[in-house]
Structure formats: C-alpha cells, structure tokens
Nanobody
Framework: QVQLVESGGGLVLAGGSLRLSCTSS????????MGWFRQAPGKERVFVSA????????YYADSVKGRFTISGDSFKNTVYLQMNSLKPEDTAVYYC?????????????????????WGQGTQVTVSS
C-alpha cells in the first residue's frame, strides 16, 4: 500500500502562485509515476500533469502548459506542482496520484484509471 498526502492548497488572487506538495509513504519502491489531477465542483476529475520516474518524461494538460511545473524526487517519491499565473478556472480540489505498474518510461498516464493510489486532495481557490 502507498499513502499519499497533499499540502499547499489555499486561496489566492488571480495571477498569483501556489506550490502543491505530495509526500508518499508505505510501499513506495514500486512507484513508476506520479500525477496531479483536479476536480471542480460538479465536474469530473481531470488530468493536470504527470511525471514518469524512469526516463523522467513529463506531461501537462493543455490548459496548464506554460503556467504549471511538475517536479519531484524519485527516491523520496515526493512530487510538487508549481502553479503560476493562476486563473479562477483553476479552482478545484487537486489530487496527487501514484502508479505502481511498469508501463514503460514514456507511457502517457493521462487517465485516472491508470493510478492505483490517491491522496485526499487539497483545495485551491483562485479569486478574481
């Protein structure tokens, strides 16, 4: 089992920045990738960004490209999401996720179904 805990959410004005963190514990040695998803009220959970530890490939949703940056430490299985130039439409609960299946270094883990472990989420609210 892998436990994930997000932190760093909060209330920010449009144009501001936040940095989310996700720390892992438990059986983390088989984690091949970690990702961030978000879910706005009344909407489905959608992909934001992901990083594959083997190979270091990184992916972003088009809506956050150029504004968000994912980074992390594969040895600690800790992942961060630096969010700049925040917009009101970025308001959502942000979830960290981990995948412990070896799908290949460049596999695009863009769907929620590919992740077996999830954090409890952290609220990000961007006011205009």
């Amino acid at each position: 089992q892998v436990q994930l805990v997000e932190s760093g959410g909060g209330l920010v004005l449009a144009g501001g920045s936040l940095r989310l963190s996700c720390t892992s514990s438990g059986r983390t040695f088989n984690t091949y990738a970690m990702g961030w998803f978000r879910q706005a009220p009344g909407k489905e959970r959608v992909f934001v960004s992901a990083i594959n530890w083997r190979g270091g490939s990184i992916y972003y949703a088009d809506s956050v490209k150029g504004r968000f940056t994912i980074s992390g430490d594969s040895f600690k299985n800790t992942v961060y999401l630096q969010m700049n130039s925040l917009k009101p439409e970025d308001t959502a609960v942000y979830y960290c996720a981990a995948d412990d299946l070896n799908r290949g270094s460049y596999y695009r883990r863009l769907e929620t179904s590919l992740y077996g472990y999830w954090g409890q989420g952290t609220q990000v609210t961007v006011s205009s």
